[in-house]
T-cell receptor, first 114, second 113 residues
């Protein structure tokens, strides 16, 4: 298993366009998390899934953001009508969901809105 | 809401020396987990060490160890025999009963050769 994969690594888009990011977790991990990280800051929680169920969404996740995890495997995060404030690194992480196990993070998708 | 505070935005240490990174957190829960993550310039977060709140013994992983003071809500990371490869952003994180990680603002560690 190669860990958590995120695609694309970089995305530049014009303001107002829609973008979609993909995350492929470690196959046996049933929990998947999305975070947003701006330069010089710690990651901020966006949302998480247990299998295909989206169990929690942050208030940071405005109506323009939507996430899915069909069949409990990969996940997508879509941002509609992008704004310059959406520019950030979007991190995906997964974990098995047992005790003290830590998250395994992907390399992230860096979004730049111009 | 749970918060995690790292009061040192930047730290530097000479190669082979020891450095301690500070972290405090605020919670009303009694059972939780604490983590230190490393984020090198390549940006992928790597788990360094973890601590269960119910364990009194401080966790140790090779050159990395923690000083967990539950009453003071303090969770510092000590790196012994610092190496150039230790240079990175270090994030302290707390996991809630809701299973999401809450991160601190990070400490940028520089290793001087």
């Amino acid at each position: 298993d190669t860990g958590v994969s995120q695609d694309p690594r970089h995305k530049i888009t014009k303001r107002g366009q829609n973008v979609t990011f993909r995350c492929d977790p470690i196959s046996e991990h049933n929990r998947l998390y999305w975070y947003r990280q701006t330069l010089g800051q710690g990651p901020e929680f966006l949302t998480y899934f247990q299998n295909e169920a989206q169990l929690e969404k942050s208030r940071l996740l405005s109506d323009r953001f939507s996430a899915e995890r069909p069949k409990g495997s990969f996940s997508t995060l879509e941002i509609q009508r992008t704004e310059q404030g959406d520019s950030a690194m979007y991190l995906c992480a997964s974990r098995l969901g047992q005790g003290s196990d830590g998250y395994t993070f992907g390399s992230g998708t860096r979004l730049t809105v111009v | 809401a749970q918060t995690v505070t790292q009061s040192q935005p930047e730290m530097s240490v000479q190669e082979a020396e020891t450095v301690t990174l500070s972290c405090t957190y605020d919670t009303s829960e009694s059972d939780y987990y604490l983590f230190w993550y490393k984020q090198p310039p390549s940006r992928q977060m790597i788990l360094v060490i973890r601590q269960e709140a119910y364990k009194q013994q401080n966790a140790t992983e090779n050159r990395f160890s923690v000083n967990f003071q539950k009453a003071a809500k303090s969770f510092s990371l000590k790196i012994s025999d610092s190496q150039l490869g230790d240079a990175a952003m270090y994030f302290c994180a707390y996991r809630t009963g809701a299973q999401k990680l809450v991160f601190g603002q990070g400490t940028r560690l520089t290793i001087n050769p």
